[in-house]
Nanobody, 123 residues
Framework: QVQLVESGGGLVQAGGSLRLSCAAS????????MGWYRQAPGKQRELVAT???????NYADSVTGRFTISRDNAKNTVYLQMNSLKPEDTATYYC?????????????????WGQGTQVTVSS
């Protein structure tokens, strides 16, 4: 069974920084893209940033220049460094991985999600 386990959320003042981590655990999987999404109360889940297995990154306009996504393929871990945080960044942040899982054969790639970690930015 494959799991994504997140850590690093919390409460921070506007202008501060936080670093989120997400590690994939289990066996028999191969990860393609990893990323972070967020969902604020009453709003739809939205893309924050993604990184492919060869390091290509993509960011939402709202976080470009403030957030940095990175990845350690050897540890199956993705990070999100968040700087210059704003109150509007307050949300539950979800780790996402597009991966194949081996169950006697390789299943088609699918989305896997972490449980979410709360980020609250006070003004």
């Amino acid at each position: 069974q494959v799991q994504l386990v997140e850590s690093g959320g919390g409460l921070v003042q506007a202008g501060g920084s936080l670093r989120l981590s997400c590690a994939a655990s289990g066996s028999g999987f191969s990860i393609n893209t990893m990323g972070w999404y967020r969902q604020a109360p009453g709003k739809q889940r939205e893309l924050v940033a993604t990184v492919t297995s060869d390091g290509n990154t993509n960011y939402a306009d709202s976080v470009t220049g403030r957030f940095t996504i990175s990845r350690d393929n050897a540890k199956n871990t993705v990070y999100l460094q968040m700087n210059s945080l704003k109150p509007e960044d307050t949300a539950t942040y979800y780790c996402n991985a597009v991966m194949k899982v081996y169950i006697g054969y390789w299943k088609s790639p699918a989305d896997y999600w972490g449980q979410g970690t709360q980020v609250t930015v006070s003004s």
